[in-house]
């Protein structure tokens, strides 16, 4: 009897699991039934496009959505709760793209009732740019107009400015009952304009008193900028501050830069003779940004579109990252333990990286510590297991002799001479966990 039932109980579970593995589709009722006039005329990027539809069925309704369309691109989506039969507002945003141009949007509406029974309509809709007859310069002080240049889509503020600098965004006015105002400012991520931001636009220009700013509606061209060239190829903002160029540069080569005097020459990757400068490093791709307010160019390897880092043969990139160090100064722009504010060492050759010092300026002449990595960032990094030092300036840490495993300080009773230029040198060249490292004073 025990068996028996235990069989029946075997034999009900496994219809229990068979039938709550059968997915039960809901059946599919009613009509939804849309009317919608025609009413999607002078549509504009930006525009928010009003619509009215009149749904029924005569089964409750769920969701009305009305979806546009640029291309087969879904681009704005919006859904209003149906619960009865009736007259259904809402409005739908057309999104205004950067180089998007004039053309045929499609707009769909989707009724749904309760059951999942559906009705679709689609219409054909023209969008182009509005027509402004002037845009609107905002500044921390002022307005200014800017008017059509009689070039396409492009508009300019032409005034005798109050300074060089220039700090700004842009807006529009409202050109029918469908628009509204939209904004155009700057965006850090892209370094460029982007719609919808009131971030100043960081705009400069090279000369002072009357100069024009000018925008292209459609492309999102604006200026005028500091504009910096190196090796004729111009260097691309990433704020008012630093401008950024990823450039193939050969050992030995001569350098041009044009748009700023007085660089602080990097002596790690500059020679300057006269107005000259030549690249000493090996040959390969690296960054280069110009910080105009330090007058620096920080040079960083670079593999592919990335920071270059160490490889196992002892090829790529180290990086010092830790206190007391900072170019061009040490006070004004510490690397600290940030890293993004790591210091590229130069590679110069033979699996061999340096990183140059002025005690007092770009070091503590007083006191250090700093380390090696691998990478711009956390992860692999030089230990006392894997870097040695025979210098009499400077020690590596063990984690028991006043620094943590692998970070350098000076030797107890030994300073940095003031003005005095350091050459930190690490040589891979008997593999990457067997580095020796040289200070050199000259």
């Known amino acids: 009897m025990k068996i028996k039932q235990w069989m029946i109980a075997c034999v009900t579970s496994a219809l229990l699991l068979s039938c709550s593995n059968d997915v039960l589709e809901p059946q599919q009722e009613g009509n939804p039934t849309m009317q919608i006039e025609e009413q999607f005329a002078n549509v504009h990027f930006g525009d928010l496009l009003p619509f009215e539809v009149t749904a029924h069925d005569e089964l409750p309704l769920s969701t009305l959505t009305a979806i546009l369309y640029y291309g087969e691109e879904e681009v704005s989506r919006t859904t209003i709760r149906t619960k009865e039969n009736g007259t259904y507002t809402g409005n739908i945003e057309v999104p205004f793209i950067k180089g998007t141009p004039d053309g045929t949007a499609t707009l769909e509406f989707i009724l749904v009732n309760t059951t999942m029974k559906r009705a679709s309509q689609t219409f054909e809709v023209p969008v182009s740019l509005a027509p402004y007859p002037y845009l609107i310069l905002v500044t921390a002080d002022a307005s200014y107009p800017m008017l059509p240049t009689g070039q396409p889509n492009e508009y ?85 501050d630093n401008y950024r160029i990823d450039i193939d540069l050969t050992q030995g080569e001569e350098i041009t830069i044009e748009g700023l005097t007085d660089w602080w020459v990097d002596p790690d990757y500059f020679v300057a003779e006269g107005d000259q400068l030549t690249f000493l490093p090996i040959s390969g791709r690296y960054r280069v940004t110009a910080n105009l307010v330090y007058n620096w160019l920080r040079v960083e390897a670079m593999s592919g579109s990335n920071y270059a880092s160490l490889q196992p043969d002892g090829t790529g990139a180290l990086w010092v990252i830790g206190d007391q160090v900072g170019k061009p100064s040490y006070t004004a722009n510490h690397v600290g333990w940030t890293p993004p504010n790591g210091l590229c060492m130069a590679p110069v050759g033979n699996k061999k990286y340096q990183i140059t010092f002025v005690a007092g300026e770009s070091v503590n002449a007083a006191e250090i510590n700093f380390k090696f990595f691998h990478q711009k960032g956390w992860g692999g990094e030089f230990s006392s297991q894997s870097l040695t030092t025979g210098s009499d300036i400077v020690f590596i840490g063990d984690g028991t002799n006043g620094r943590d495993n692998g970070n350098l300080g000076l030797v107890p009773g030994t300073t940095l001479e003031t003005g005095a230029t350091y050459v930190f040198t690490i040589d891979l060249s008997a593999g990457v966990d067997k580095g020796v490292l040289t200070v050199v004073k000259k």
């Open 156 to 240: 300019a503020a032409t005034e005798a400015f109050p300074s060089t600098e220039l700090p700004a965004y842009i807006k529009t006015p409202v050109v029918d009952e469908k628009g509204r105002e939209l904004l155009f400012g700057w965006d850090e991520g892209s370094a460029s304009v982007a719609e919808g931001s009131k971030n100043e636009i960081p705009y400069v220009s090279p000369v002072g008193g009357t100069y024009s700013v000018t925008f292209n509606m459609r492309s999102f061209e604006t200026g005028p900028f500091f504009e910096l060239l190196l090796n004729g190829q111009k260097m691309s903002m990433v704020d008012k």
